[in-house]
């Protein structure tokens, strides 16, 4: 936007310039590189983590940076989303929605031991929410965990999960009691615990350089200590978590919006056709006033959200209703800038190619649209009356 942000210091503004300045000269030019390896670099997770990424709300003896912003989150997410591949963002953010619940749950022990390697980006770690059998209905997972003495006995399956393959540690929702919201608990579980296996999830029409895993538990044995948060209490965990994993959503999606602003401008301002550049053309010229009205709008929907969040509120509504509006913004964008590149926005290569690919699973990961406002209805009260 050019108006000037009444949320942006100096301390923000250099953040923000040191990460871009990050993903301009170590993650652009390798993304097709990577998209086509089908994996980035480990050595991505630690630079990522040497720039304190992975560490924001968490205290300083745990490897966190001691401090919490919410606008900086959101600068990071829409740098690494809007880098070219969306999918690097994906790669090392299985780590980013699961470090929550790790943080404020996880025993001391670890908490010292184990959780300054997952920040530095040493390790990686995955939230297991998702079953084969449904992700939208968190309520009714069917994952169980039964009490054996000391120990906790797992059996069931998770779907999708990002980071599966290489991560070390796993949140797993799992149910610990009855039916509904009531019998849902959160386990941390190590990649090495007999009875746990996983597979790659194979093919998929975007994210090529991140993966995504199916997880297998055949009574898989853990101890009292892996269940992490209040026994029952999980499902309102993993809620809270989610409303990070939806801000970052959202600021990702103002990123790959902006990759398809860029890269449509310069095409339109290059490409000649019927004696004038496309730019001069006024349908042309009014394609990128409707995106970047979309732009604009996202941008200070989220920067009203990340205020409100930075005073301790977590406006889950709004971060639902955002949620939806950046995927539908998305979708006009990337339609609208392929347009615009006319059959070259069709191959493969072509920035706008990619973010095509990649719109529907910003739209439905971490909540699809249509949860988004069932979401929102629910909060704002509205069924009720
Ligand atoms: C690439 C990728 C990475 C992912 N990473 C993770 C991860 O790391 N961890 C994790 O736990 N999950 C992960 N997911 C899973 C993701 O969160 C789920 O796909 C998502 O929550 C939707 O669940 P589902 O696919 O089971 O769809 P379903 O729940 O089966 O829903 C199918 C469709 O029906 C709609 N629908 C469902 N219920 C209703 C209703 N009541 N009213 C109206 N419409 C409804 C949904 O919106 C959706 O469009 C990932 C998914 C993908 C594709």
Same mark, same amino acid.
């Given at each position: 936007?050019?108006?000037p +942000?009444?949320f942006m210091?100096?301390?923000?503004?250099?953040? #923000? !310039?040191?990460l871009? #300045?990050?993903?301009d000269?170590?993650v652009? /030019?390798?993304?097709?590189?990577?998209e086509? !390896?089908r994996?980035? /670099?480990?050595?991505?997770h630690?630079?990522?983590?040497?720039?304190?990424?992975?560490?924001?709300?968490?205290?300083?003896?745990?490897?966190?940076?001691?401090?919490?912003d919410a606008? $900086?989150?959101?600068?990071?997410?829409e740098l690494?989303?809007?880098?070219?591949?969306?999918?690097?963002a994906?790669?090392v *953010?299985? #780590?980013m929605? +699961?470090l929550g619940?790790?943080a404020?749950?996880?025993?001391e022990e670890?908490?010292?031991t184990?959780?300054?390697?997952i920040?530095a980006g040493r390790?990686? +770690?995955s =939230?297991a929410?998702?079953e084969?059998?449904?992700g939208?209905?968190v309520? !009714?997972?069917t994952?169980r965990?039964?009490r054996?003495?000391d120990?906790?006995?797992?059996?069931?399956a998770?779907?999708y999960i990002?980071?599966?393959? @290489?991560?070390?540690w796993?949140?797993?929702g799992?149910?610990t009691?009855?039916?509904?919201?009531a *019998?849902?608990?959160l386990? =941390?579980i190590e990649a090495?615990t007999p009875?746990?296996?996983?597979?790659?999830l194979?093919?998929?029409?975007?994210?090529?350089?991140s993966? %995504?895993?199916?997880?297998h538990f @055949? @009574?898989c044995r853990?101890p009292?200590t892996a269940?992490?948060?209040?026994e029952?209490?999980?499902?309102i965990?993993?809620m !809270?978590?989610?409303?990070?994993?939806?801000?970052?959503?959202i600021a990702g999606? =103002?990123?790959? $919006?902006?990759?398809?602003?860029?890269?449509?401008?310069?095409?339109?301002?290059e490409?000649?056709t019927f004696?004038?550049?496309?730019i001069?053309? %006024?349908v042309i010229?009014h394609k990128?006033?409707e995106i970047?009205?979309r732009i604009d709008?996202i941008?200070?929907?989220?920067e009203r959200?990340c205020?409100a969040?930075?005073?301790?509120l977590?406006?889950?509504a709004?971060?639902?209703k955002a949620k939806?509006?950046?995927?539908?913004? =998305?979708e006009?964008v990337? +339609? &609208?800038a392929? %347009?615009?590149?006319?059959g070259?926005?069709y191959l493969?290569?072509n920035?706008? &190619?990619?973010?095509?690919?990649?719109?529907k699973?910003?739209a439905i990961g971490?909540?699809s649209?249509?949860?988004m406002?069932?979401?929102a209805v629910? %909060?704002m009260?509205?069924?009720g009356?």
């Amino acid at each position: 936007m050019t108006c000037p +942000s009444p949320f942006m210091t100096p301390e923000r503004e250099a953040y #923000r !310039n040191n990460l871009r #300045r990050f993903f301009d000269s170590e993650v652009k /030019p390798h993304v097709e590189e990577w998209e086509a !390896n089908r994996a980035v /670099p480990w050595e991505l997770h630690e630079k990522l983590g040497d720039l304190g990424v992975f560490g924001f709300g968490i205290p300083e003896e745990y490897g966190g940076l001691g401090f919490d912003d919410a606008f $900086m989150r959101a600068d990071y997410a829409e740098l690494a989303f809007g880098c070219g591949a969306s999918g690097v963002a994906a790669a090392v *953010g299985g #780590r980013m929605i +699961s470090l929550g619940p790790i943080a404020r749950f996880a025993p001391e022990e670890f908490k010292r031991t184990v959780l300054p390697e997952i920040i530095a980006g040493r390790m990686n +770690s995955s =939230l297991a929410i998702t079953e084969p059998g449904g992700g939208s209905d968190v309520a !009714n997972l069917t994952t169980r965990a039964e009490r054996d003495g000391d120990d906790w006995v797992l059996n069931g399956a998770k779907a999708y999960i990002t980071g599966g393959m @290489d991560s070390q540690w796993f949140v797993v929702g799992a149910r610990t009691g009855g039916p509904g919201i009531a *019998g849902i608990s959160l386990f =941390l579980i190590e990649a090495d615990t007999p009875g746990f296996t996983r597979t790659p999830l194979g093919g998929k029409m975007g994210w090529h350089c991140s993966e %995504q895993a199916m997880l297998h538990f @055949d @009574d898989c044995r853990v101890p009292g200590t892996a269940l992490i948060g209040p026994e029952n209490k999980g499902f309102i965990a993993i809620m !809270n978590n989610f409303n990070h994993e939806r801000l970052a959503m959202i600021a990702g999606s =103002l990123g790959m $919006m902006r990759v398809c602003y860029d890269s449509a401008l310069d095409w339109a301002r290059e490409r000649r056709t019927f004696g004038k550049r496309l730019i001069e053309h %006024q349908v042309i010229a009014h394609k990128f006033a409707e995106i970047s009205a979309r732009i604009d709008m996202i941008e200070a929907y989220l920067e009203r959200i990340c205020w409100a969040i930075n005073q301790g509120l977590m406006p889950a509504a709004e971060i639902a209703k955002a949620k939806v509006q950046a995927t539908k913004a =998305l979708e006009f964008v990337a +339609s &609208e800038a392929m %347009q615009i590149f006319g059959g070259a926005g069709y191959l493969t290569g072509n920035p706008v &190619e990619r973010v095509w690919r990649e719109v529907k699973v910003m739209a439905i990961g971490g909540g699809s649209e249509e949860i988004m406002r069932d979401l929102a209805v629910r %909060q704002m009260g509205l069924a009720g009356q």
